[in-house]
């Protein structure tokens, strides 16, 4: 497998994050993170709602400045690149939205061609041809002229991926791919990750929940909560490494690290009874 | 793709027919529409005052319009206006002794020049001159001259006093000018009866820098026009010594009366019949008779 | 709180308001050189918010001259200027109700319409995405709207008044039974292409155009990106524009004067 072309000779990690702090509102997102995302593989990251993996993807794609904390992309710090290397860096990113995103006025094909449109020169035919390009490889070429209105939600996740790999870029962020997906749909989408990932040599990020789907498809996955990375590892083998994170999270329990209960005064008190006659 | 030429075609119809309406506008409904588009000369003109008169005023010629008010200026240290007149060129027979007069149109409108030609056989050229002009006639003088009696004079420098016996005062009243040569000079300050001479005596108040009259002068009670309001008239003598504050001018006439005034063209003579010296309103003594 | 304390907040609110869309403002004019490589989207945008609302304008400005005919033609009579009419018509029109009708319905329809679908923009996610495909929104999104809408105004107001004139003569003419000649002669003597067309119609609405564009732009991309917030943020344009609208309207007749 040939390296991307910015390599950096020992530096196996596209993405590495180090000590990552964010406070949001007063609540604590991250807490002094630590994260690498190796080059051309799968890794998913999922942990309980709300504990901040869309925003940890918008500190990739520098959407975001953290408090403290170091995050490079490709060897580069994103938080101190200035406007135009940041624009120039989002070029070798592909994001997709968790409703995809598409822009409404315009029909699929327009869709896809946008970035080409946006950023490059290129003559009409090509622009044609990569487009429809994309669209086949996402199984979608016969839709080229449908409204985004008119598609499934499916449908327009697959046209987002399309847009989304148009320029061929190096690293793939999805925001929750799966959200909503019928079986069949989210099959397509599985197996439209995993063949992306191996034949254009992408480095992919995951933000889901499906642990069956993340089975299937991630090569390594990350485990946040509190802030904190609390379990990683193969994710076949990752429910029974014993602690108590993911014996919740993947062994299916109510209660444990992350409590059932919202915090909240005492019980008898807030029925009325005296204190300690529960 | 059609879709964005569909869009490019209908916006650019879209400005087109914006423009359509703005050009529309501009020509059809604005002054725009009055001018003409032919080239045109101009010729200035002096005006002592030119009241209300703007710049794009129209010139006219017997009510129609042959060019514009160019521009209006004033040379500092003089009173005069100095007016430039745009003319159309196919106009260029106009007269060098034509009259320019400032008009109104209408009652209330706004004002234009009106051009009156002469008889002059050369015709005014490019940067010409005419010479007769008229001003505008500024509201007050045009009202005075409907009010009657032309206004009394302002008594800007204080006034000094003097009186006059009149045996017949007709409609004079309070406030009525007093003119010499027609100008007016003063005013009449009182009307009073006096019980014992059996006349009236009028009090004129006249504007202090009228100070060189006569004392020998001779005052008359006069109608304006026909049956305008009276007014008393001062005729200068010859005296060498001037009218002071208190004098009495003694040189009276009194006002005619209609009916002695009919009765003159009627019958050689009047009514109450007798021929003596003077006939009937011979007023030139103190105490005539009626 | 004391009872004064929402009173104040409100002041600040909207002083705060009106500074935020001053600095939007700046963004937009810094961003138009590179939206001039976006002509196509301005150009989409001049057709939706000028062309598109064109059908409002002309009936609009067909229906108030005609209500300008009928209504000074009878108050005219009382002083026998019946002959006038042509010229107040037009007047009132070029100077007042052409630029400050039309900017209102602009605000209406193009403003709303403007405000709602940036707000959506935003609440879908698309502006992320443009921002994530290293496009700037405010040179893809904002701006062209902007330009769209100073450049749709002062086109649309002269429609209007054509309109509005034809509704005069409509009323005046066709129905009062004032004499045609009069109509125009008395209209085309009082009226003056600078004082009223340029100085009245242009200059008044490109600035009624710029500042509902403003604020309209400024309301969808500043919008909470809910459904609620697109809602309240259409209401704070119309709102917004027409305040600034007469109040702006005020200050220039008296610049202009």
């Known amino acids: 497998m040939t390296d991307t072309v910015q390599a950096k000779p020992d530096d196996r990690a596209l993405v590495r994050i180090r000590g990552l702090t964010t406070v949001l509102s007063g609540k604590t997102v991250f807490d002094a993170l630590d994260l690498d995302i190796p080059r051309g593989k799968v890794t998913a990251i999922m942990g309980p709602s709300g504990t901040g993996k869309t925003t940890l993807l918008k500190h990739i794609t520098g959407q975001m400045r953290s408090d403290k904390g170091e995050v490079r992309v490709d060897g580069l710090n994103v938080p101190e690149l200035p406007r135009d290397q940041l624009f120039g860096l989002r070029e070798r990113i592909g994001y997709l939205f968790q409703n995809s995103a598409l822009l409404t006025d315009f029909d699929v094909f327009e869709n896809v061609a946008f970035p080409l449109r946006q950023h490059t020169k290129l003559p009409e035919v090509l622009i044609r041809n990569i487009v429809l390009t994309k669209l086949q490889a996402v199984g979608l070429r016969g839709a080229a002229s449908l409204m985004p209105s008119e598609l499934s939600g499916g449908m327009a996740r697959r046209v987002a991926l399309a847009r989304a790999i148009v320029f061929d870029p190096m690293l793939i962020l999805y925001d929750e791919p799966f959200v909503g997906l019928d079986p069949i749909a989210l099959n397509q989408v599985l197996k439209l990750i995993r063949t992306l990932n191996d034949t254009l040599n992408i480095t992919s990020v995951l933000v889901a929940h499906e642990l069956a789907a993340i089975k299937e498809v991630a090569d390594h996955v990350y485990l946040i909560a509190n802030g904190k990375v609390v379990a990683q590892g193969d994710p076949k083998k990752i429910a029974d490494d014993g602690s108590p994170w993911t014996r919740q999270f993947f062994g299916g329990d109510a209660d444990g690290p992350v409590p059932f209960q919202y915090p909240a005064g005492d019980y008898a008190q807030a029925l009325g009874f005296k204190q300690g006659a529960a | 793709m059609s879709q964005r030429k569909s869009y490019a075609v209908g916006t650019g119809l879209f400005i087109v027919l914006g423009f359509a309406a703005l050009a529309y506008l501009a020509t059809q409904t604005s002054s725009v529409a009055n001018s003409h588009q032919g080239s045109s000369y101009t010729i200035d003109a002096q005006f002592a005052n030119i009241g209300a008169l703007k710049e794009r005023a129209p010139v006219k010629v017997a009510g129609v319009r042959v060019g514009q008010v160019q521009s209006i200026t004033l040379e500092p240290g003089k009173d005069v206006a100095d007016v430039t007149l745009s003319i159309d060129k196919k106009y260029n027979e106009i007269p060098t002794d034509s009259v320019a007069t400032i008009y109104t149109s209408g009652l209330l409108g706004d004002q234009y020049v009106g051009l009156q030609f002469g008889g002059a056989k050369t015709y005014v050229a490019d940067g010409g001159h005419i010479g007769l002009t008229k001003s505008s006639a500024p509201l007050e003088e045009m009202l005075g001259k409907f009010l009657g009696s032309g206004g009394a004079a302002d008594a800007i420098g204080g006034t000094y006093s003097v009186r006059a016996d009149f045996t017949n005062v007709g409609t004079l009243s309070v406030g009525a000018p007093v003119k010499m040569a027609g100008v007016a000079i003063g005013s009449v300050a009182s009307i009073k009866a006096d019980p014992v001479k059996l006349d009236a005596t009028v009090t004129l108040a006249i504007d202090k820098k009228y100070n060189q009259i006569p004392d020998d002068s001779s005052v008359s009670i006069f109608t304006s026009g026909l049956i305008g309001s009276q007014y008393v008239a001062i005729q200068p003598g010859g005296s060498p010594n001037s009218l002071k504050d208190g004098d009495q001018l003694v040189l009276t006439q009194s006002a005619m009366q209609l009916e002695d005034l009919i009765g003159k063209f009627l019958v050689n003579g009047s009514p109450s019949g007798s021929n003596s010296a003077g006939g009937n309103s011979s007023p030139n003594t103190p105490a005539g008779k009626h | 709180m004391s009872a004064q304390m929402p009173h104040k907040s409100i002041v600040l609110q909207s002083l705060a308001q009106i500074g935020n869309c001053g600095l939007f403002l700046l963004r937009i004019l810094a961003a138009v050189p590179s939206s001039l490589r976006h002509v196509r989207e301005t150009v989409r945008q001049l057709w939706f918010v000028g062309a598109m609302s064109l059908t409002i304008i002309m009936t609009c400005g067909l229906f108030v001259g005609m209500v300008l ?189």
């Open chain 3, 69 to 257: 005919g009928l209504q000074l033609y009878h108050v005219l009579a009382i002083f026998g200027g019946t002959s006038a009419t042509g010229s107040v018509v037009a007047l009132a029109i070029y100077r007042e109700l052409g630029p400050v009708v039309t900017a209102l319905l602009f605000a209406g329809r193009a403003g709303t319409s403007i405000t709602a679908e940036i707000g959506l923009m935003r609440a879908t996610d698309q502006i992320a995405a443009m921002e994530m495909m290293a496009v700037d929104p405010i040179a893809y999104v904002a701006a062209p709207r902007f330009l769209a809408g100073l450049i749709a105004m002062p086109l649309l107001c002269c429609v209007f008044c054509a309109m509005g004139i034809f509704g005069g003569h409509l009323v005046g003419v066709s129905w009062l039974g004032i004499d045609n000649g009069t109509f125009w002669s008395n209209m085309t003597s009082n009226v003056d292409v600078w004082d009223d067309i340029i100085n009245g119609v242009m200059w008044k609405s490109v600035a009624f155009g710029a500042v509902v564009s403003l604020i309209a732009v400024f309301q969808g991309y500043t919008t909470p990106p809910t459904s609620e917030g697109v809602a309240y943020a259409t209401t704070r344009t119309v709102v917004s524009s027409s305040i600034a609208i007469l109040a702006l309207d005020f200050v220039l007749t008296a610049f202009l004067m």
